[in-house]
């Protein structure tokens, strides 16, 4: 983290050079001052892009329509962002315009939350013109600015509101609140990619439950994708503790088993999430009203998939998650085999028995055997194997 500061100093310090101003803004400096871990390090600068780049050996121009650059510093990246005030939305969504700006408070006034609105300079200073500080001691998420306005503007704003209460276990404050619940129709207009970011956030939460039950109860949910269709089980939402889970994985998967989903591709397509996360959290999610310690089981999802669903099963049924895990891990590490590969007789072996044509009976046949290896029935040799094969052909 040090390091990461170091950076952010050495670009602040080459920018005030070249007769800028430079600040770290936004949530490093909230997760700075609550002592938590800093993911990354953004940057302010009064500096236009095509002047952060030329200041700059390596730099990435990732969203020059919006004024950031990215500055690299020892394989790490900073996102050094002009000061900049956004003109009237056209669509709620997108500003029509960007315009740079010689004001860190303008730029400041523009974020969402008070507690997302300060900055600090190269000496440690900081701005905090919205009360940002006081914010975070009482715990509060508020806007800058009037909230209905501020949610009006851009409603993924009601979406990180969530996000932020649930991850920092803060309280929306009274007003922003209940804009977030007037306003939550507004919702449907945003990007479904980007409602699926804050979201599985909020899901990674220490407050998730929490922050579930609320938006059922505040329908919420109604404006969001697939949620309402199954609103009547969200009670179990909130009584789970979502704080165990160890992948987001486990966390779609869990809220599709609690909600009692059976479609879980389609849900998850209507949250726009990859095949690959799909296929992922499926199988955690057909397994998990089975008992995995089983070898056939063991074998098909693997010691990590395995280990996984027995844990959400744990957790599901009100046990400590680690239950019988060592257990189950052992188990999976004496069982006979762990890939068809190690089999001891091939699909050639079996042709030879049966004297067929090759065909996709052999995969058929070699699945047999995988199996009663797995419970041996027989053991995984040879002789034993073919031997008992034949005695089929009787
Ligand atoms: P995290 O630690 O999860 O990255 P963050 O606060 O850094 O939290 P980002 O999404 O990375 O969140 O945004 C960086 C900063 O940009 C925020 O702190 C906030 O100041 C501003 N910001 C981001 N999204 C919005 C938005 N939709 N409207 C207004 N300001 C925003
Ligand atoms: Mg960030």
Same mark, same amino acid.
């Given at each position: 983290?040090?390091?990461?500061?170091? &950076?952010?100093?050495?670009?602040?310090?080459?920018?005030?050079?070249?007769?800028?101003?430079?600040?770290?803004?936004?949530?490093?400096?909230?997760?700075?001052?609550?002592?938590?871990?800093?993911?990354?390090?953004?940057?302010?600068?009064?500096?236009?892009?095509?002047?952060?780049?030329?200041?700059?050996?390596? $730099?990435?121009?990732? &969203?020059?329509?919006?004024?950031?650059?990215?500055?690299?510093?020892?394989?790490?990246?900073?996102?050094? $962002?002009?000061?900049?005030?956004?003109?009237?939305?056209?669509?709620?969504?997108?500003?029509?315009?960007?315009?740079?700006?010689?004001?860190?408070?303008?730029? +400041? %006034?523009?974020?969402?939350?008070?507690?997302?609105?300060?900055?600090?300079?190269?000496?440690?200073?900081?701005?905090?013109?919205?009360?940002?500080?006081?914010?975070?001691?009482?715990?509060?998420?508020?806007?800058?600015?009037?909230?209905?306005?501020?949610?009006?503007?851009?409603?993924?704003?009601?979406?990180?509101?969530?996000?932020?209460?649930?991850?920092?276990?803060?309280?929306?404050?009274?007003? $922003?609140?209940?804009?977030?619940?007037?306003?939550?129709?507004?919702?449907?207009?945003? %990007?479904?990619?980007?409602?699926?970011?804050?979201?599985?956030?909020?899901?990674?939460?220490?407050?998730?439950? &929490?922050?579930?039950?609320?938006?059922?109860? *505040?329908?919420?949910?109604?404006?969001?994708?697939?949620?309402?269709?199954?609103?009547?089980?969200?009670?179990?939402?909130?009584?789970?503790?979502?704080?165990?889970?160890?992948?987001?994985?486990?966390?779609?998967?869990?809220? +599709?088993?609690?909600?009692?989903?059976?479609?879980?591709?389609?849900?998850?397509?209507?949250?726009?999430?990859?095949?690959?996360?799909?296929?992922?959290?499926?199988? +955690?999610?057909?397994? +998990?009203?089975?008992?995995?310690?089983?070898?056939?089981?063991?074998?098909?999802?693997?010691?990590?998939?395995?280990?996984?669903?027995?844990?959400?099963?744990?957790?599901?049924?009100? !046990?400590?998650?680690?239950?019988?895990?060592?257990?189950? !891990? *052992?188990?999976?590490?004496?069982?006979?085999?762990?890939?068809?590969?190690?089999?001891?007789?091939?699909?050639?072996?079996?042709?030879?028995?049966?004297?067929?044509?090759?065909?996709?009976?052999?995969?058929?046949?070699?699945?047999?055997?995988? !199996?009663?290896?797995? *419970?041996?029935?027989?053991?995984?040799?040879?002789?034993?194997?073919?031997?008992?094969?034949?005695?089929?052909?009787?």
């Amino acid at each position: 983290m040090r390091d990461l500061f170091e &950076g952010a100093q050495s670009i602040m310090h080459r920018l005030e050079e070249a007769g800028f101003q430079a600040y770290m803004v936004g949530g490093c400096i909230r997760d700075l001052l609550l002592d938590r871990e800093i993911g990354d390090i953004d940057i302010a600068t009064s500096a236009l892009p095509a002047e952060v780049s030329s200041l700059f050996q390596k $730099t990435i121009p990732v &969203g020059i329509k919006h004024g950031t650059v990215i500055v690299r510093q020892e394989s790490v990246s900073f996102e050094v $962002t002009t000061f900049r005030k956004e003109g009237k939305y056209v669509d709620r969504r997108h500003p029509s315009s960007v315009e740079y700006i010689e004001s860190l408070e303008v730029d +400041l %006034a523009r974020r969402d939350f008070t507690i997302n609105a300060m900055a600090m300079d190269r000496f440690g200073r900081i701005h905090d013109p919205f009360g940002g500080r006081q914010d975070l001691q009482n715990q509060l998420i508020k806007t800058v600015g009037n909230p209905s306005e501020r949610f009006l503007e851009d409603p993924l704003r009601i979406m990180r509101a969530l996000r932020f209460w649930s991850v920092m276990g803060f309280s929306l404050e009274t007003e $922003t609140k209940r804009a977030c619940v007037s306003l939550s129709k507004e919702l449907k207009e945003i %990007a479904v990619e980007r409602l699926a970011v804050e979201f599985i956030k909020l899901l990674r939460g220490r407050d998730a439950a &929490g922050c579930l039950a609320f938006i059922f109860e *505040e329908g919420i949910s109604s404006s969001l994708p697939e949620l309402e269709r199954f609103k009547d089980r969200s009670d179990s939402l909130s009584s789970f503790d979502w704080t165990r889970l160890e992948s987001d994985e486990e966390r779609w998967a869990a809220l +599709l088993f609690l909600l009692g989903v059976t479609d879980l591709p389609g849900f998850l397509k209507s949250w726009k999430r990859s095949n690959a996360l799909i296929r992922e959290a499926g199988l +955690l999610f057909g397994f +998990l009203d089975k008992d995995v310690r089983q070898p056939l089981y063991l074998y098909e999802l693997g010691e990590e998939r395995a280990a996984s669903c027995l844990r959400m099963r744990n957790l599901l049924q009100g !046990k400590k998650a680690s239950e019988d895990v060592q257990e189950l !891990k *052992e188990s999976y590490r004496g069982l006979p085999i762990h890939s068809r590969k190690q089999l001891a007789v091939n699909g050639r072996d079996i042709v030879k028995v049966f004297e067929r044509e090759k065909g996709p009976w052999i995969q058929k046949v070699l699945g047999e055997i995988e !199996k009663s290896v797995l *419970e041996k029935t027989v053991q995984n040799n040879k002789e034993e194997i073919l031997s008992w094969v034949r005695s089929w052909k009787e």
